[in-house]
Nanobody, 127 residues
Framework: QVQLVESGGGLVQAGGSLRLSCAAF????????MSWFRQATGKERAFVAA????????YYEDSVKGRFTISRDNAKNTLYLQMNSLEPEDTAVYFC????????????????????WGQGTQVIVSS
């Protein structure tokens, strides 16, 4: 069982920045990849970014490329999402997720690839 706890959400003006954190607890040694998804009101939960714990390769959804950066601190068992140049369209609840099965470029953006999820943190970007 892997427990994930997100933090860092809040209200920010368009053009501003936020950094989300996701602390991982318990059995983190068998995590192959970690990711961020987001869910806007009335929409499906959608992939934002992911990082492989084996290769450190990173993957991004097209609309966040160049604005968001995913990273991790192994010593702290913490995943981060640095979000810059935020837009109102980025408003959503952001979830971190962990995969204990092999994740590749083929399935990295699929919700079904991830076994554990955090409770989410709200991000609101005002125009």
């Amino acid at each position: 069982q892997v427990q994930l706890v997100e933090s860092g959400g809040g209200l920010v003006q368009a053009g501003g920045s936020l950094r989300l954190s996701c602390a991982a607890f318990e059995h983190t040694f068998n995590v192959y990849a970690m990711s961020w998804f987001r869910q806007a009101t009335g929409k499906e939960r959608a992939f934002v970014a992911a990082i492989s714990t084996m290769t450190s390769n990173t993957y991004y959804e097209d609309s966040v490329k160049g604005r968001f950066t995913i990273s991790r601190d192994n010593a702290k068992n913490t995943l981060y999402l640095q979000m810059n140049s935020l837009e109102p369209e980025d408003t959503a609840v952001y979830f971190c997720a962990a995969a204990t099965r092999l994740v590749t470029v083929v399935n990295v953006a699929q919700r079904e690839s991830y076994d554990y999820w955090g409770q989410g943190t709200q991000v609101i970007v005002s125009s």
